[in-house]
Nanobody, 118 residues
């Protein structure tokens, strides 16, 4: 069922911004559009945690730790999901993963590294 490819990670100073993108490749719109999309992250030595999600109806949820700083969005025409990250903190350092859920099936990307450091 296609492939999820993340991009946009990198090194940024505290207080800076990054925009992550996730492209769903090899799937058709009738599969992407009803999918629930997620951004997760995993820091070294820690469990993977949910950062944000967006439903097919564009209902958005956020972890308390990123509320007011991160914004998730989706572009169904191009089968992409983005995560705008503002006011980044060192504790946001992690590998960020895109995930797609449709019915009982869940698919993951390979992840993109975000490092927040001065």
């Amino acid at each position: 069922q296609g492939q999820l490819v993340e991009s946009g990670g990198g090194l940024v100073q505290p207080g800076g911004s990054l925009r992550l993108s996730c492209a769903a490749r090899g799937i058709i719109s009738s599969v992407f559009n009803p999918s629930h999309m997620y951004w997760y992250r995993q820091a070294p030595g820690r469990q993977r945690e949910l950062v944000a999600s967006i439903s097919s109806a564009r209902t958005m949820t956020y972890a308390d730790s990123v509320k007011g700083r991160f914004i998730i969005s989706r572009d169904n025409a191009n089968k992409k999901v983005a995560l705008q990250m503002n006011d980044l903190k060192p504790e946001d350092t992690a590998v960020y993963y895109c995930s797609r859920e449709l019915g009982s099936q869940v698919y993951w990307g390979q992840g993109t590294q975000v490092t927040v450091s001065s």
